[in-house]
């Protein structure tokens, strides 16, 4: 069984930084694709950035620039560093990851999501 946990949200003034963790744990075979949502009070879940296996990142067009998505294939980790932080980007942030395991060919699975709270 695959367990995906976030960890590293919080409140933080605008301007200020985050960095945010997704680890990943269970009988992993090989981690594809791993990525981070978000969801806003109201809003639909949108997709932020995603690493793929072999470490070409991508954002959506908000967040370029100011955050980074990185991963530690040693760890099974994904982080995604959040600098330059506006009110805006307060949301509940959702690790996303394509997983292969010993019983299973690719599937994906999510966190249960980190608070993250920029105040103006």
């Known amino acids: 069984q695959v367990q995906l946990v976030e960890s590293g949200g919080g409140l933080v003034q605008a301007g200020g930084s985050l960095r945010l963790s997704c680890a990943a744990s269970?009988?992993?075979?090989?981690?594809?694709?791993m990525r981070w949502y978000r969801q806003a009070p109201g809003k639909q879940r949108e997709w932020v950035a995603t690493?793929?296996?072999?470490?070409?990142?991508t954002y959506t067009d908000s967040v370029k620039g100011r955050f980074t998505i990185s991963r530690d294939n040693t760890k099974n980790t994904a982080n995604l560093q959040m600098n330059s932080l506006k009110p805006e980007d307060t949301a509940v942030y959702y690790c996303?990851?394509?997983?292969?395991?010993?019983?299973?060919?690719?599937?994906?699975?999510w966190g249960q999501g980190t608070q993250v709270t920029v105040s103006s």
């Open positions: 269970g009988s992993i075979l090989r981690i594809n694709d």
């Open positions: 690493i793929t296996g072999g470490g070409t990142t």
């Open positions: 996303r990851a394509w997983i292969s395991t010993m019983s299973r060919n690719y599937d994906n699975y």
